[in-house]
């Protein structure tokens, strides 16, 4: 029987060590652990930040800027530490640039790069995006999200069809209707999306995952609903985690965080 991939908890927007060493001592003090999670820790990296190599409007306390700071974003070892790319349409539809950008990303991120996070792709209108995460896939575990745009154009079972025919360039999918506005998670209207996922065949090796505006509340009110069916889902979050601070900049907000991480456990031990 095939594997499926190790589940994650997930938080986005690290930028310094600092911050990794919080993330892992909040992250053992809630339990997750026993639930055999594992803590990814998403580093941003796009156009402006990693590319041009200048700061953009989100600042650098959310993402680095330069080959120096995306290198020593995280320490290897102890997280499962991800690259997040979000590349615009143009940029995506560029074959010589999404390849040249994907390979600039790992040199950077070598030694802790663990993988690559690709979203707001729009891999539901053109297989060649999907074709091109073959290139990912040989610096490590890919994720890919599966926004709103791809789940209202294809469906539930359109998304395992399609998705199926790619599984081998994939290690997790990440269903994501909030698109990073921060849009509260609606349990009933991803349970579809999930229970295709888990019951295709070709997709047997994927972890799935869940984000959306995730945040204690959210947690508390609508993840009971998706662990007690599938226990070994897969959580994210980053906009909920990044309150505005008085300054006008977004760092993770640790407290945030410790409640998230805190929500989480409480929801998994109703159910193992």
């Not at 938080?11 to 992250?27: A, M, T, W, Y």
């Not at 349409?89 to 040249?100: G, H, K, L, V």
Request: one cysteine or more; a negative charge.
């Amino acid at each position: 029987m095939t594997e499926r991939a190790k589940p994650y908890v997930g938080v986005s927007g690290v930028v310094n060590p600092e911050q990794q060493d919080q993330l892992k001592e909040l992250f053992e003090r809630s339990g997750l652990a026993r639930y055999d999670r594992q803590l990814l820790l998403g580093i941003k990296a796009v156009h402006k930040t990693q590319w041009l190599d200048i700061e953009n409007k989100y600042g650098r306390e959310w993402y680095p800027v330069g080959p120096d700071e995306f290198a020593r974003a995280v320490e290897p070892g102890g997280t499962f530490n991800i690259a997040q790319l979000c590349l615009d349409q143009d940029q995506a539809a560029t074959p010589e640039y999404r390849e040249s950008f994907v390979k600039r990303v790992a040199s950077r991120g070598n030694p802790w790069l663990d993988g690559m996070q690709f979203d707001m792709l729009d891999w539901h209108t053109d297989d060649a995006l999907l074709d091109f995460l073959e290139t990912p896939k040989r610096f490590g575990k890919v994720i890919l999200q599966c926004h709103r745009a791809a789940m209202e154009s294809l469906g539930p079972r359109g998304i395992a069809q399609r998705l199926g025919e790619h599984a081998r360039s994939l290690d997790y999918v990440l269903f994501d209707a909030s698109h990073g506005k921060g849009v509260p998670m609606r349990s009933n209207s991803l349970l579809h999306f999930v229970d295709a996922a888990y019951e295709s065949p070709e997709l047997a090796h994927v972890g799935v995952g869940i984000a959306g505006g995730l945040d204690a509340d959210v947690i508390k009110k609508e993840l009971p609903v998706v662990v007690a069916t599938f226990p070994d889902i897969c959580v994210d979050t980053e906009g909920k985690v990044h309150p505005t601070a008085p300054d006008g900049s977004r760092p993770i907000s640790m407290a945030v965080t410790e409640n998230y991480f805190d929500g989480l456990a409480r929801a998994l031990s109703e159910v193992y």
